[in-house]
């Protein structure tokens, strides 16, 4: 049986770029996805993703990620320990737990995937607004680009 992906939007569209995660997944989900790849509108609700993991062998993770660079930045990342994931923006979140606790959950439940990757943009505003930034909201399509191709790779 092949192993399947999920593609997992995270963040808090309450706070303008912060939600650019979710607003990724729900583009993607409106054009329709490849055979053996689901999404999901996780949002602030990590702990709920833990039940959704079991069978994937990749997880794919959208957010918002301060990296240094300018927003609108796209970045990859493999998370292989909680360490990878000290850029995540998280400071202004709304969440009960985060994306490094629910990772750390889910290897102790044993769904973790054996794949995780990051796949994120560096964030121009995080105040309160249901609006992507216009750096953002540009550089959504190139989002959603990156996230097509780490499905097909």
């Known amino acids: 049986m092949e192993k399947r992906t999920l593609v997992a939007g995270v963040g808090n569209v309450l706070l303008g770029d912060e939600g ?6 729900r583009a993607l989900m409106a054009r329709g996805l490849p055979g053996g790849v689901d999404a999901v509108d996780a949002g602030t609700a ?4 833990l039940a959704e993991l079991k069978g994937y062998g990749k997880l794919i993770l959208v957010d918002a ?3 240094g660079g300018r927003p609108g930045t796209l970045y990859r990342m493999e998370i292989r320990s909680r360490g990878d994931l000290a850029g995540v923006a998280r400071p202004l979140s709304l969440h009960e737990f985060g994306v ?54």
């Open 20 to 25: 650019i995660g979710v607003h990724a997944v």
């Open 46 to 49: 990590l702990d709920e993703l």
């Open 65 to 67: 990620v301060r990296g």
């Open 100 to 153: 490094a606790e629910a990772l750390d959950q889910a290897r102790a439940l044993g769904v973790l995937p054996a794949r995780v990757v990051l796949i994120g943009m560096e964030p121009e505003c995080l105040a309160p607004g249901m609006e992507l930034s216009k750096t953002c909201a540009l550089a959504l399509p190139g989002l959603i680009q990156l996230i097509l191709a780490e499905v097909a790779g």
